[in-house]
């Protein structure tokens, strides 16, 4: 899947998968990141040592593999984006964009004559160094000025506050968040959950879907709503804006597996924490329902149950939409544990959720390592 790939790919609405490639200075890694499955690789030059011949070799090996590759350049001077795109990437990446000028000079080095102004030097990376005697230039730099890839990073105050100019500038295809930038812009730095990230992110997100632009973030994990209510279609088949009616059931791995081991006959218990909100509640009444033991849950004021929304297109296509920000689960603390009957019971079961991050990290290794010196099962389901 090249540019061209992406860009169609995107404007279907579809989601995309990639990595970040940083300290991993081989070109084998993007052949390697390709088998794995990604959809796409950032060869980062903004925070790594990486010279431009360690790019173009990196560029060179996922051309090869037929991967996307898109280069993150250290700052918005010609000879980094040229250079990127000559040798061979799918498009740039920009960091710390503050103005629609920043964009415009970026789509000045990208593109050909007449959208911009990129020298020209064929039968190199970029045209896989064919015999540029027998290339139609101008039907390629009119293909290439097409499918160039162009990304703007938002990740400092002053982006928010010029968000819509940004926005509106040609020629730009994707909005990228970077929420620890951001967040220490806005002197919070790493805080993620704090309500000024989270309002500043949803002010982004909201003027992303009112320009239409293809926005993208870095994520620390997939958080799947650990435990969180899914909507599930009730018009199997129907396109995902086309549903008509969803049914509600709890989700996530732990919740589902303590309703089926109670379903069985089991005695099941939940530790988790849940917002003090409607979602919360019709978790609750639902585990109790099925005579699930919940005394064990917690509240956590200030924060949100999560929530799952799928969509039901056979064979295989289920579109989802996570609704994570800010959520409960994760603020499960070792206090929280402690108060559970964990010495009592046969078997823990913790997931690779809980230890996406703090405090719910912590207070899972201590149950795990609690549950082992008692002599009980500790069951791991990533």
């Not at 994990?221 to 129907?238: C, H, P, T, V």
């Not at 969509?311 to 939409?321: A, K, M, T």
């Amino acid at each position: 899947m090249r540019a061209k790939q992406i860009k169609s790919t995107l404007r279907s609405g579809e989601v995309i998968v990639g990595t970040f490639v940083m300290e991993f200075a081989v070109p084998s890694i993007a052949t390697i990141l390709a088998s794995a499955g990604a959809d796409f690789i950032i060869v980062d030059m903004e925070h790594t040592t990486f010279t431009m011949e360690t790019v173009g070799r990196i560029v060179r090996a996922a051309r090869g593999s037929d991967l996307p590759s898109i280069v993150r350049v250290p700052d918005i001077e010609r000879h980094f984006i040229s250079r990127a795109l000559d040798a061979g990437a799918s498009g740039v990446m920009i960091p710390r964009v503050e103005s629609r000028e920043d964009i415009e000079k970026v789509i000045k080095w990208a593109k050909y004559a007449p959208d911009g102004d990129r020298g020209v030097a064929f039968g190199i990376g970029h045209t896989d160094y064919g015999d540029f005697r027998k290339l139609d230039g101008v039907k390629y730099t009119l293909q290439a000025n097409e499918e160039i890839f162009i990304i703007g990073q938002i990740e400092t105050a002053k982006s928010v506050e010029n968000i819509d100019e940004i926005l509106a500038t040609d020629g730009l295809d994707a909005i990228f968040l970077g929420p620890y930038d951001l967040s220490t812009s806005l002197g919070i730095s790493g805080q993620l959950d704090h309500p000024l990230i989270v309002d500043s992110i949803e002010k982004v997100i909201a003027k992303a879907k009112e320009s239409q632009i293809v926005l993208g973030s870095y994520v620390n994990d997939f958080e799947s709503g650990k435990r969180s209510i899914d909507l599930y279609s009730n018009d199997i088949g129907a396109p995902f804006p086309e549903i008509g009616s969803f049914g509600a059931f709890v989700g996530g791995c732990p919740t589902n597996i303590s309703v089926g081991t109670r379903r069985l006959g089991l005695r099941s218990a939940v530790l988790t924490a849940l917002g003090e909100d409607p979602v919360g509640d019709f978790i609750l009444k639902f585990l109790n329902d099925e005579e699930i033991e919940t005394k064990f849950v917690c509240h956590k004021p200030g924060h949100r149950t999560s929530a799952v929304v799928l969509g039901i297109e056979p064979p295989d296509r289920f579109p989802l939409v996570y609704y994570r920000d800010n959520c409960a689960d994760i603020e499960l603390t070792i206090d929280d544990v402690l108060a559970a009957p964990i010495a009592d019971s046969r078997a823990l079961l913790i997931s690779g959720t809980g230890l996406s991050k703090e405090p719910s990290r912590s207070a899972n290794l201590f149950a795990a390592e609690y549950a082992q010196s008692v002599g009980n099962d500790c069951v791991f389901r990533p």
